[in-house]
């Protein structure tokens, strides 16, 4: 039977970066450029709500970051550490030694070291609590409330394929073992632009990430900015493999599909052709898929110039679907 502190140690605890504190003391230290404001934010997954409990222990690892660094890269924030609280049932090796391990690989790949925690008995289950903390610049800090009538709204990555995948695993969707090989990656591995992010202050005017669905994560951004937009389905990213489906899966999927973690901004049309070239420099795949209005509320047109009209808007922890 291992202690606490050895299993602190064992999966952990790694050498933390020049100028930093890590694991061991009371507290940690991290660096805050002058001039920058700590940015912060912390999520917490349930098994059995947030992941299924058959998950690959390597990918939770690295979704239990990559959600958290997802939130940084919506202010435009430079990630700069991570605290982990992780209360397990039992001490299961190989789970922790995978779990740390994804954990550490995408710390690593984007600046963001493990430099504390708390680790604990659970009654029931894993609980996994992720705190990260980053740091911006306060005068281009990305709000959701600062959009203007007439930006241009833009998404990055993909959408549609974490949701199919999920409908996959819970069996909402028919059996497809294509489908769910080509949708599965974007569930259980998201990759948020963190690198492109940092470089979207003072370009872009509001940003937040997809973790809800399009539509009702932009509907943050419209009603906290005062204004609304009309997006045209046809221009939206989606991912190859949701492209196929029928259209009212696929339009869930599409626009109220949650699980994505990749970024919704908008941005002045002057802003364009830096954004391209950012978005080619970093590698990112960029659309733009409407525009904000001075009218309120939020027009999703087909091909058609017809209003697209969802039956549920996207994830509510609360509502009717949890
Ligand atoms: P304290 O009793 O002072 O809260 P702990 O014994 O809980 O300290 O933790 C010892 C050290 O290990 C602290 O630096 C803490 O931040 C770190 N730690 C504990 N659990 C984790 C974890 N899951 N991930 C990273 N660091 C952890
Ligand atoms: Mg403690």
Partial sequence: MSSEFDLIKRYFTRTAPDGYLGVGDDCALLPIPSGRSLVTSTDLLLEGRHFLSDIDPFLLGHKTLAVNVSD????????????LGLAVPDVDHAWLQAFSEGFHAFAEACGCPLIGGDTTRSVDG???????????????????????????????GELGAPDVALALLQGRLPHDAQLLAATRPALEAPQ????????????GHAALD????????????????????TVYYAKLPIHPGVASLAPSVQHHAVLAGGDVYQLCFTAPSSQ??????MANEEGVRLAR????????????LDDNGKQIILESAGFDHFGDRA
Avoid: N, Y
Wanted: overall charge positive; aromatic content about 4%; hydrophobic content about 45%.
């Fill in 289 to 300: 898929v409407g525009v904000t209005t001075t009218e309120p509320g939020l027009r999703i």
């Fill in 72 to 83: 940084l890269a919506a202010m435009g924030a430079v990630p700069a550490g991570s605290l």
């Fill in 210 to 229: 997809i973790s809800d669905g399009l539509a009702q994560d932009l509907g943050h951004i419209l009603r906290a900015s005062g204004c609304g937009a």
């Fill in 126 to 156: 894993i609980v996994i609590s992720v705190t990260v903390m980053g740091h911006v610049d306060p005068k281009t800090v990305l709000r959701r409330d600062a959009a203007v009538p007439g930006d241009d709204i833009w998404v990055t």
């Fill in 272 to 277: 364009r052709e830096r954004l391209h070239t």
């Fill in 192 to 203: 948020p632009p963190w690198r492109f992010a940092q470089r979207l202050g003072g370009v």
